[in-house]
């Protein structure tokens, strides 16, 4: 809550009003991230680390990488090779205008909510393309091929909206 109350002019003249109090509420939020398997979304990828690391984890909700190597999180099988791929099918078309890309952080034992800020060292996406399916080819997103990165949450912001399944 916001409380105002006047107490005089610039030269302090006049008298304390009552104080009026307002409550403000916070707009509820109308992003999902329909990529969450709990929307209906199944994730592919070129190779998998091993049992553990499967594709479906990088679409499980957890940002944070708590329990990595016990299904959370995506590793790629071939270290070294490239190029990957994690595709994620959406199940049905949606429109989006942002994507958000999560590395593992460095104090993956001991983990914390990624932020805007965060960087890593060890073992993020450094060089990446974020692309969606327009139907009959992958397109890069605006602002989508990334390179240099060391955030550990990346957003991607694209001035207009796409709608696609993957």
Request: some cysteine; proline content about 5%.
């Amino acid at each position: 809550s916001i409380t105002a109350e006047y107490v005089g002019d610039t030269n302090f003249n006049g008298s304390t009003s009552s104080a009026i109090t307002q409550e403000v509420t916070a707009p509820l939020s109308t992003c999902a991230n329909v990529a969450e398997d709990v929307y209906g979304s199944t994730a592919t990828a070129s190779s998998t680390f091993g049992p553990g690391y499967e594709p479906s984890g990088a679409i499980d909700g957890n940002h944070t990488g708590a329990g990595w190597g016990t299904g959370v999180g995506w590793n790629d099988g071939t270290p070294g090779a490239f190029p990957d791929t994690l595709t994620i099918n959406l199940g049905t078309s949606r429109q989006l205008n942002e994507i958000y890309v999560y590395s593992l952080q460095d104090n993956y034992l001991s983990p914390s909510e990624p932020t805007e800020s965060m960087t890593f060292t060890a073992y993020g996406l450094v060089d990446f393309n974020v692309q969606y399916w327009d139907g009959t080819a992958w397109v890069d997103v605006p602002g989508g091929v990334i390179t240099g990165n060391n955030k550990v949450r990346r957003r991607v912001i694209f001035a207009s909206a796409v709608t696609t399944d993957q």
